[in-house]
């Protein structure tokens, strides 16, 4: 509005938010990142979140996973009942990123303190999704399906890989967690399939293009912007490359 308050239609955010700010809190504990706050405040606010994602999930959870979009005014609940696989993936993927940057901080003993807090927070968090991960896997493809009507439990009409969406590395620390925990197919991560847009030149012949899965640019870009995939070592670059 004019006078700079928020309309109420406006107040929401998204799982993918949640995690990316997650992952910058979790940067400014380790020492990446100067934003003006204490590493007791960034900690007390991580630890806050968790709770909220708890509450949320054990409310409004589908098998574990969450709403893609959540409802912030006049209460928190489910902007709509679509459970999306990308979003819930990108959360889950900066949780534990953000989990490594807090194990790889020199705390104090207090600091140490609330960092187990959060850490067991995040395992809880993450084991509670298992059963949603699995219901996922479309049997007939060996692929993630693209999400679920939480309400119906009617899947999205598609299936998602690594190639060409916005995920990809974040999905591979996510997989990682699951590896032993979960029974999930390898064919999730090792089943690539292509999504091609075609143009038609001026003799009438249609040229294949090789694209992303929705056609945007945010997809291959988002991947770099969140996560630097190079500096994941040789075993991540092995695994993007099916080796």
């Known amino acids: 509005e004019a006078d700079g308050s928020v309309k109420e239609s406006f107040k929401f955010t998204q799982l993918t938010l949640i995690g990316f ?11 990446q990142l100067n934003n003006g706050m204490t590493k007791d405040v960034a900690l007390n606010e991580i630890n806050f979140i968790m709770d ?5 999930q054990r409310d409004f959870g589908w098998n574990g996973l969450l709403p893609s979009f959540i409802d912030l005014s006049p209460r928190v609940a489910p902007l709509s009942p679509n459970v999306g696989f990308v979003d819930n993936v990108n959360l889950d993927g900066h949780l534990m990123i953000m989990g490594g940057a807090l194990k790889n901080t ?12 959060i850490l067991n927070k995040v395992e809880t968090y993450l084991n509670n999704q298992i059963p949603g991960w699995e219901a996922l896997v479309n049997p007939s493809t060996g692929l993630f ?5 939480g309400n119906t439990g009617d899947f999205f009409d598609f299936d998602i890989n690594r190639f060409g969406f916005e995920s990809r590395a974040v999905m591979a620390t996510l997989l990682a967690y699951l590896k032993g925990r979960a029974d999930i197919p390898d064919s999730v991560w090792t089943g690539l399939r292509g999504f091609f847009r075609f143009y038609t030149d001026r003799n009438g012949e249609r040229i294949p293009e090789l694209g992303t899965f929705n056609g945007s640019a945010f997809q291959d870009s988002w991947n770099g912007l969140s996560l630097d995939e190079g500096e994941l070592g040789d075993v991540y670059e092995n695994a993007a490359n099916n080796a």
């Open 52 to 56: 909220q994602l708890l509450a949320f």
């Open 21 to 31: 700010h997650l992952n910058i809190l979790g940067r400014v504990v380790n020492g």
């Open 106 to 117: 020199s705390l104090s003993a207090p600091e140490q303190e609330i960092e187990n807090v």
């Open 145 to 149: 399906r693209g999400g679920v009507d």
